[in-house]
């Protein structure tokens, strides 16, 4: 088990930047797969970024050359780097830590608190 903190959420214009971080409690280099959901207002919870142990990444279509995932072993932390944010990027942002399957978070054994993340027009 692993305990996950989010931080870095806020508001921000249409357009604008944020870095969310993730620090977990004790290692993550052999953690299979880390990765970020987010929960829309009303709407379900929704993948958006995994990285595995190995580096390799994989992304919403959504997010797409917008948001860059990346894990630094080192410091315990992954980040969502989000640039050209919209409106529809509105979430809570959960950072999750689990097993892959095909190079996308599957099974998730860790949750963090979230973080709010809004963009306004």
């Known amino acids: 088990q692993v305990q996950l903190v989010e931080s870095g959420g806020g508001l921000v214009q249409v357009g604008g930047s944020l870095r969310l971080s993730c620090v977990a409690s004790r290692s993550i280099f052999s953690i299979n797969a880390m990765g970020w959901y987010r929960q829309p207002p009303g709407k379900q919870r929704e993948l958006v970024a995994t990285?595995?142990?190995?580096?390799?990444?994989d992304y919403a279509d959504s997010v797409k050359d917008r948001f860059t995932i990346s894990r630094d072993n080192a410091e315990n932390t992954v980040y969502l780097q989000m640039n050209s944010l919209k409106p529809g990027d509105t979430a809570v942002y959960y950072c999750c830590a689990g097993n892959a399957n095909n190079g996308k978070l599957a099974t998730i054994w860790s949750w963090g608190q979230g973080t709010h993340v809004t963009v306004s027009s």
């Open positions: 990285i595995t142990s190995g580096g390799s990444t």
